[in-house]
């Protein structure tokens, strides 16, 4: 583990990549706390996903749980964390309504810089 090791771009001055992403924790909109489950596992199938992908770096789940309550300023959180991208959303147990489905997720990706 190390410890105080500032990011690639920080040493070398170089500008942060496009190809970079972090994918902030679902928030929970349910009102059961059981359901913060599935938001943790909507997030963590997100990054697994993107984590196949070549040329794009994806931050890690333990780098963004600290941003688990409602984010701040999300330019400020990209620098950060080194990225050009944050993904952000939510995750809301809905009524067995017909016709509804029975979840619902928000997403919202933002492109910093």
């Known amino acids: 583990m190390i410890v105080g090791r500032r990011p690639f771009y920080r040493q070398t001055g170089e500008s942060i990549s496009q190809k970079s992403i ?3 924790p679902f ?7 059981d359901n913060a489950y599935f938001a943790e596992g909507i997030q963590e199938e997100i990054l697994t996903r993107l ?7 994806v931050i890690s789940r333990t780098s963004t749980q600290r941003y688990q309550s409602k984010p701040g300023n999300l330019t400020e959180i990209a620098k950060q964390l080194g990225v050009g991208n944050i993904l952000e959303g939510s995750v809301q147990k809905a009524g067995a309504s017909p016709g509804l489905p029975p979840l619902r997720l928000s997403r919202r990706s933002t492109a910093i810089a």
């Open 27 to 33: 928030e929970n909109l349910s009102h059961d706390p």
């Open 51 to 57: 984590a196949k992908i070549a040329d794009l770096k």
């Open 22 to 24: 972090a994918v902030l």
